[in-house]
């Protein structure tokens, strides 16, 4: 695994692997492609790397479409990142976060550097995005970086309770419902409005 071409065998690759319909809830999920990793990581199992490609991978691309890479890069990069996620995924910290975050970091690294060495712009409205904040978990603001922090306050106050429950009080979506006395799709919803509304703010829009 230590290519482009490499990457394209597990698109290739029709194996029926999915994760089991059972697996519902946000922490099982977790578990799941956590034990897919894991195994990875320790044992080079592919059938395992093809479960986390065949999951992830489009939503990765979709996320690098809307970054403003054309359909090549896009695709390039994502190759990448399942590169890297295979050759390093014993780095992951299981208690840490969750794997989703974990590759959504990756590909916006990845990202970055291009755009770097490309000589693209790349400016602070780059450090987040609804993508990888609604996919998150207690990493949030490890990904948006501290200088977003400054714009909480100028956020609705009830977009601003929610951030906090999720993303610095560390609960899941559903334990910030519960805490609210709100429903999972208004904090998923609240969650989506904010980092709108932070992208604006940082671009100074508002």
Request: with cysteine.
């Amino acid at each position: 695994m230590s290519n482009v071409v490499a990457i394209n065998h597990f698109r290739s690759r029709d194996l029926g692997l999915k994760a089991s319909k059972q697996e519902t809830s946000p922490q099982q999920q977790n578990d799941f492609w956590i034990s897919c990793l894991i195994d990875v990581a320790k044992n080079g199992n592919q059938m395992a790397f093809q479960r986390l490609f065949q999951h992830f991978a489009p939503k990765i691309k979709t996320f690098l479409l809307k970054q403003g890479l054309n359909v090549q890069e896009a695709e390039e990069l994502m190759q990448e990142t399942f590169i890297s996620v295979w050759r390093y995924a014993d780095y992951f910290e299981a208690n840490k976060g969750q794997v989703s975050t974990w590759i959504y970091t990756i590909a916006r690294n990845k990202k970055l550097d291009y755009f770097r060495k490309s000589n693209r712009q790349v400016t602070t409205t780059e450090m987040i995005s609804e993508d990888i904040a609604v996919e998150s978990g207690n990493q949030f603001s490890t990904v948006i970086g501290d200088e977003i922090k400054d714009f909480l306050p100028q956020l609705p106050p009830e977009q601003v309770e929610v951030i906090t429950k999720v993303y610095f009080e560390e609960l899941s979506h559903q334990k910030a419902a519960d805490a609210l006395n709100i429903t999972l799709g208004t904090v998923k919803g609240r969650i989506r409005s904010a980092i709108n509304n932070l992208n604006k703010l940082m671009r100074g829009d508002q």
